[in-house]
């Protein structure tokens, strides 16, 4: 047996996740560049639609981004008036993030590019259950604390 076989590009499990996750973002650009986002920008709003409003940290964990990735994006989001960013009045050091109206009103616009881009995706239903739940699973092992 190669001792390098492991280092073969075919041998590894990061490569196609990495690919796919490359392509399938790549799918989103001509939809979310109609409406001046970025892919992080939104997933960022998805998560706020789900949530109304969350701090930053939160945020982070429920996207896996750290601040120094977010914080940019929340900024943009918010010189665009999707967001207002503001500290707590509990604890100063905690930044907080709601949506605003237009932040709300930006879901009606974006509503069809799940199904869009699901669309070019040629997997069944349950295929698709199936990477999910694998996905996450393999998120949750390598968060493991």
Sequence with gaps: MD??????????LCFPLYACSKEVVKQYRPYLDELNLTY???????????MGKL???????????????????LKSLESKGFVRRYRSEEDERVLNVELTEAG????????????KVGAGIKLTADE?????????KVLGGLNEE
């Design 128 to 136: 698709a259950a199936q990477l999910y739940g694998l996905l996450y």
């Design 40 to 50: 992080t920008q939104y997933i960022t709003m998805m998560v706020l639609w789900d």
């Design 104 to 115: 709300w009103a930006l879901r009606d616009d974006v509503i069809d590019i799940p199904a």
């Design 55 to 73: 701090n930053v940290k939160e945020m982070g964990k429920k996207l896996y981004l750290d601040s120094g990735t977010l914080t940019p994006v």
């Design 3 to 12: 001792k390098y076989n492991a280092l073969k590009l075919e041998n590894q």
